[in-house]
């Protein structure tokens, strides 16, 4: 990870070098890494179109053995093997995604040049972009706020007409999983955010043009 990071980070500075914005460059970053793992987005969108398509004979296999678990996972493991799918699919592009951000996160605390680096409302994208505060003393972060929607948005596109019996881990599908990032990210660095928010904006652009 710290090689993977390190690249990161003299790819960010060269970019920002040439845009004279250190936001672009995550911005520019993003696009940039999502668009070279849209290989793995694609064969993640075209497995869950296959799981939507088995909803039916799945559901029937539900019904059929209602009574046996053991049954009922083994025939639901054979349809998924004869139809060469994996419920799993779902999360192959957050999987993948999950190192380069991890890297990403380890190599930007360590450069100076984000310190006090402004982008829009973000005074510092070295801490989360504060842009209020409320009685009580809790900040009000917008980035996180937009990332848990985009989130939402891509989830709904992508995991529509599929069902958490599908053995998918519920956390992981439907409308807890940007719940969770959102809570996760709240406190992380504005500038690991607005990768992770170009990222979920790309992804629901890659999965709209290849319907």
């Excluded at 980070?9 to 460059?25: D, E, P, R």
């Excluded at 075209?46 to 029937?60: E, H, N, T, V, W």
């Excluded at 009922?72 to 139809?83: A, D, H, P, S, T």
């Excluded at 040049?113 to 070295?126: C, H, N, T, V, Y």
């Amino acid at each position: 990870l710290e090689k993977i990071g390190l690249i990161l980070v003299l790819v960010l500075k060269w970019t920002a070098k040439i845009v004279h914005s250190y936001g672009m460059a995550i911005i520019l970053m993003g696009v940039m890494v999502t668009a070279l793992l849209a290989p793995f987005t694609l064969l993640s969108f075209r497995s869950m179109k296959k799981m939507q398509g088995l909803q039916p004979k799945m559901d029937q296999l539900k019904k059929k053995y209602e009574k046996d678990p053991t049954k009922l996972n083994k025939e639901m493991l054979l349809l998924f093997r004869e139809n060469k799918v994996s419920p799993l699919s779902g999360c192959l592009p957050m999987l993948v995604q999950m190192p380069i951000f991890f890297a990403l996160w380890s190599a930007i605390s360590h450069v100076i040049e984000f310190r006090g680096a402004q982008f829009l409302w973000i005074k510092d994208l070295s801490l989360p972009d504060r842009m209020a505060k409320i009685p009580g003393g809790f900040d009000i972060n917008l980035l996180p706020i937009l990332m848990a929607i985009a989130m939402y948005f891509q989830t709904k596109l992508t995991q529509k007409n599929t069902t958490a019996s599908s053995n998918v881990p519920s956390v992981l599908s439907g409308p807890m999983m940007p719940i969770v990032f959102g809570v996760m990210f709240y406190g992380v660095p504005s500038s690991l955010v607005l990768y992770w928010l170009t990222n979920s904006l790309m992804s629901i652009a890659i999965y709209r043009t290849s319907k």
